[in-house]
């Protein structure tokens, strides 16, 4: 087995054992068959890319960059620990935030297109007034009452 797996191997068992988790839990979580997590960590066997995905599709807070090379933090980001029942760490992705985020958009977009409907409605105003002071004389020179200078 190569070095990489080693401590690919290394980095499950610590993921393992900060979940808090035994073994043929985890493998259960997982869907590997029964005792083959065991087995693979136990004889220090090289785990496939279904294998790895499948540990990735049960446990989504673990951070796949740090479990094959060793980077950034343990937990991916955007979750965060939530206290369950049991000596268990369960994390959940921070929807809520997401929702916060997405409803502060929406609301700022639909202040923008009201701001869009008051320009258009100015604009209008500034033409017509313009055209007045036109009609007047004042646009372009000064007006006829100031001349007494």
Do not use: C
Request: no cysteine; proline share 3%; glycine share 6%.
């Amino acid at each position: 087995m190569s070095e990489v797996q080693k401590e690919i191997n290394s980095r499950i068992l610590e993921f393992i054992e900060f979940k808090g988790l035994s073994l043929h839990r985890f493998g259960e979580m997982a869907s590997f068959a029964s005792g083959g997590l065991s087995r693979a960590i136990k004889e220090n066997r090289t785990f496939s890319v279904d294998k790895l995905m499948k540990i990735y599709e049960a446990f989504p807070e673990l951070n796949p960059t740090w479990l094959l090379f060793g980077k950034g933090r343990m937990i991916a980001d955007g979750f965060e620990l939530v206290e369950a029942p049991g000596k268990v760490k369960t994390y959940v992705f921070k929807a809520n935030e997401a929702k916060e985020d997405l409803k502060d958009y929406s609301v700022a977009e639909d202040r923008i297109k009201e701001l869009e409907k008051e320009v258009v409605v100015l604009e209008a105003k500034n033409e017509a007034l313009m055209e007045v002071l036109r009609e007047m004389g004042y646009m372009g020179t000064r007006p006829k009452d100031d001349k007494k200078k």
